[in-house]
Structures are given as C-alpha cells and as structure tokens.
C-alpha cells in the first residue's frame, strides 16, 4: 500500500506542525551564528599574525644589546664602559673577517661579535670558510689560523685575534686543572685600539744584569695596550734608543756599570720614563742602581719588611703585604673597584730630605705604622720585631715625577719582584696585573690603559653567609606558610559568609 505523502517513514502518521513557529524564510539561526563567529575568528587570526610578523620585522631591526639578554654568570657578553668608549669614538670603517667554516660557528663569539655591531654602524662582519678560502688569510698574518678567529681590519692596518686568544685557560694550583676564561672583549678592543691608534708606544727592557724574565701573562696584558716591548742592552748600545717612550729594568741580581748609569740619567734628564722593580737580594747592594733612585729622592732600607697589622698583610703572613693605595693615576682604577695588591717579600722605601723643588714624590703604596723591616733578612731567627730592625712605615711603591721647564721625567719603583708572578695576582683577583698595565700606560701616555678581566667560563657556587641561610630559613620554613594558612582561613570564612 502506497504510504500517504505526509507520513513519517517509520510510523506512518503525518508529522506533528507547530503552527506558532516564527517564520525564518528557509534559513537556520544557529548555523548563521555560527558562520559570523568562524568569520570573526578568522579575521582576528589574520589581524594577530601580522602584528606577529610586524613586531618580529621591527625586533630584528633592534640592535643586539637590546634583544639579547645576557643571563651567563658574571655577563661574559656585557661590554664594559672602555669598549663603548673606544668602539662609539670610531671615525673609520672596521671589518672584522671572521675565519670559520660553515656550521662551526661559536657561539659564545657569535653573540659577543653581534653586540660589537650594535655599537656603532662602523662595525662590518664578514665571515671567510678557510676551506672555500684557503688563502685569505695570509694577506694578514703569517700565524697559525685557528677556527672561530678573528682578523680586524682598518684600511692597511690589521691584527690578528686568535680563538686561542678569545678562550684562554689558566692553571689552578689550588686544584690542580686549569681553569678556562673568556677574553673576546680584550683581544677584540684591543685589536681595534691597534687599527686606529697612530702612535704605538715601545718599551726597552734593560739587559745583561741577571735581570728576570717578564712573564708572559703580564707580557700579554701589556701588548693588550698596543704597547711593544723590546730588550737593550747598554753594554753595547751607546745611548737609549730615540723611539723609547720608557726603559723598564726588572730585578737585577747585578749592578749597573757607571758609563749605563750616565746613560740612563741623561735619557732621564731629557723627558724619559723608567720603571724599576728591585728584589731583596739578602744584603746585597746595587750602589750605582740605588745611586740613580736617591737621585730622584727615595732610598731603600736593609732588610724587608713585616706587616704587623693582619689586616695588610695576606691571612696573618706578615711579609705577604697589603699595602695601603693612595691616589694617583696609576692607582684610582684599582681603588675605584676595591682591588688589592700583594707584595711579598717587599723593601721598604723612605723619602730623602732634602728633594729638589722641582721633583715630587708619592708613595702610591705604603705599609702601616705596625710594620718593620728585620735587618736580618732571611737569616732572621724570629718574626717578631726585635732590637735593630727598622720601624715603619715604609712605602714599597713610589712615584718620582720632576719637571725642569717644558721637561718632564717619570721614575716608578717597586720593591717586589713577585708583584709580577700570575698566581700571586690571581690571589688579589688580578690586582697585581692591574697596576702593572696601569703604570705602562701612564709613563707612555696612553690615554685610557685597556685594562678589561678575564671573565671565568667555570661555574660558580652561589655562596651564602651562615646568617643569611637562618633568615631566609625562618622566612620560607616559618613566615611564608603562615602567612599561606592565614590567606587560606581568610578565603574559606569569606566563602562560608555568602
């Protein structure tokens, strides 16, 4: 039997109708609700990813110091104020080509050339694979080639910087390993002090009196100055070369010939510049070496000197000194950052009395009045001080400076030759090294010495003071969970009250 045409399939009865229904003319509501909302969406999708890629194109146009934080321990990235200084003064247009093979690129100098170039727009990096271009380099330089170094260029000047140079290692006789430090933010400074600088100071080293041999570490820290050292020997030279900006003679174990000490005093007397550093040679004297120091008004005392207050001398060792800076040139980068210098084993030196109007003394570093010199040296029987030795205090660094007209003469002397050892500054956190570098420049007359840390690659455990673990014991075991509890009743009677 056919089925009538209103029947439902399954009951055959016609469909109920609801003749109250509102007339909507074919069109369901809810689905054109519903498209309208997917439309919104799809606009607002559309209107988020270009403010995306908007923002992004506007972030990479931001310079490097603005989008790279540097979280590392110590900021290694950071760039200090000598950097800008150097980098923001540049006239000129400084490349730096970058010697790497694709994908070996270090990281750590990755990020440290970036923020180079967010400082000034005359900075231009260009990386050169060694592989693609075997002989790019030997226009530059003659040395060994390492990956993820560096050649800066200005015009026809250029230098070389090592990898070996930007990542250095430093033995730790504490442990018995090297500890690893990164150095990109010297050699790099440095390097472009060298390309732009016109005037490259050099330094004689004086030879042929069983003098010590300059470290190489502190050798190094000076050159970082662009400052060039060479030897003399006056034996067989007849006069100090024209170009010396400065002689240095470094803890002879022999005295000076009387026709070198003529020679030294009229390099002197003509505008020279000379730094001493002189051991205690147990009794030993150099006559014609202290002749020419007491001509510039300091004389050195027998013995050498203990240090009686223990807050200047190194963990209760009364000959390791600490001796107290005072203001000078050389001295107010290291007071300005609270450093230290030790000086073992150290003379004491006394200001003569009778010095020339023209000449000025400072005794840049000076022992306290607790401090005396045992005559004995090191035959002393006792440490404590005892009849004949000499009460202090003593000065063991001074500056001699005359000036006789347009004439001016620099005389530094300490009376330590460890001052110079390495792992004696690393005990004063590089202290020691500091004023080294600081005095090179000053008597050559650099303008601002580069003297930019190491900063260490080896973690570092958070040290906290035994006070500080009780208080921030009671804060977190006592007082923040009262304080949870307290919100945590609070919140539940405000509940239970609606």
């Given at each position: 039997?056919?089925?009538?045409?209103?029947?439902?399939?399954?009951?055959?009865?016609?469909?109920?109708?609801?003749?109250?229904?509102?007339?909507?003319?074919?069109?369901?509501?809810?689905?054109?609700?519903?498209?309208?909302?997917?439309?919104?969406?799809?606009?607002?999708?559309?209107?988020?990813?270009?403010?995306?890629?908007?923002?992004?194109?506007?972030?990479?146009?931001?310079?490097?110091?603005?989008?790279?934080?540097?979280?590392?321990?110590?900021?290694?990235?950071?760039?200090?104020?000598?950097?800008?200084?150097?980098?923001?003064?540049?006239?000129?247009?400084?490349?730096?080509?970058?010697?790497?093979?694709?994908?070996?690129?270090?990281?750590?100098?990755?990020?440290?050339?970036?923020?180079?170039?967010?400082?000034?727009?005359?900075?231009?990096?260009?990386?050169?694979?060694?592989?693609?271009?075997?002989?790019?380099?030997?226009q530059y330089t003659t040395d060994t080639l390492y990956n993820n170094s560096l050649i800066v260029v200005n015009g026809e000047r250029s230098k070389y910087v090592s990898y070996n140079d930007i990542v250095t290692s430093v033995y730790d006789s504490a442990t018995g390993g090297y500890a690893y430090q990164y150095e990109a933010e010297s050699a790099i400074t440095s390097a472009i002090d060298y390309v732009t600088s016109d005037d490259l100071p050099v330094v004689y080293i004086l030879q042929g009196h069983g003098e010590l041999t300059l470290p190489t570490e502190m050798r190094k820290a000076v050159q970082k100055q662009n400052i060039t050292f060479a030897n003399l020997n006056l034996l067989s030279t007849p006069a100090v070369p024209e170009d010396a900006d400065a002689l240095f003679i470094y803890a002879p174990e022999r005295d000076l010939s009387t026709e070198e000490t003529a020679l030294l005093k009229e390099y002197l007397m003509g505008g020279g510049n000379l730094l001493v550093i002189t051991d205690y040679l147990n009794g030993e004297l150099l006559p014609n070496l202290q002749g020419l120091m007491a001509y510039y008004g300091v004389e050195v005392q027998d013995g050498f000197v203990f240090e009686g207050n223990n807050n200047r001398n190194l963990r209760g060792v009364p000959y390791y000194l600490l001796p107290q800076i005072s203001s000078h040139a050389i001295t107010t980068p290291l007071i300005d950052e609270g450093f230290y210098v030790l000086m073992p084993i150290a003379q004491g030196l006394t200001v003569t009395g009778d010095t020339r109007d023209t000449l000025t003394v400072t005794e840049i570093l000076k022992t306290t009045e607790q401090s005396y010199s045992k005559v004995a040296g090191f035959n002393l029987t006792t440490e404590a001080m005892e009849e004949g030795d000499i009460v202090g205090p003593f000065a063991v660094g001074t500056v001699m400076t005359e000036t006789v007209g347009d004439t001016t003469t620099n005389v530094v002397w300490y009376t330590a030759s460890e001052l110079l050892n390495p792992e004696i500054s690393t005990l004063v956190a590089g202290g020691n090294q500091d004023l080294f570098v600081n005095t090179m420049a000053w008597m050559c007359e650099r303008d601002q010495a580069i003297a930019i840390h190491a900063k260490s690659l080896t973690a570092e455990q958070l040290t906290i003071p035994s006070s500080a673990i009780t208080a921030l014991s009671v804060v977190f075991i006592g007082v923040v969970p009262v304080v949870l509890i307290a919100i945590g009743v609070i919140v539940m009677v405000r509940r239970r009250r609606r």
């Open positions: 039997m056919a089925k009538k045409e209103n029947q439902t399939p399954e009951t055959g009865a016609a469909p109920e109708t609801n003749n109250n229904a509102p007339e909507t003319g074919g069109k369901k509501p809810v689905k054109n609700r519903a498209f309208r909302a997917g439309g919104y969406s799809i606009v607002v999708s559309v209107v988020v990813i270009a403010i995306v890629v908007v923002v992004n194109m506007l972030v990479g146009l931001l310079p490097a110091t603005a989008t790279q934080l540097d979280l590392t321990p110590g900021q290694i990235f950071e760039l200090g104020e000598q950097t800008e200084t150097i980098v923001g003064g540049l006239e000129d247009d400084i490349t730096f080509y970058w010697l790497v093979q694709n994908g070996q690129e270090d990281n750590y100098v990755t990020q440290s050339l970036d923020r180079y170039a967010a400082l000034s727009d005359k900075i231009h990096i260009e990386k050169k694979d060694p592989l693609v271009h075997p002989n790019f380099a030997t």
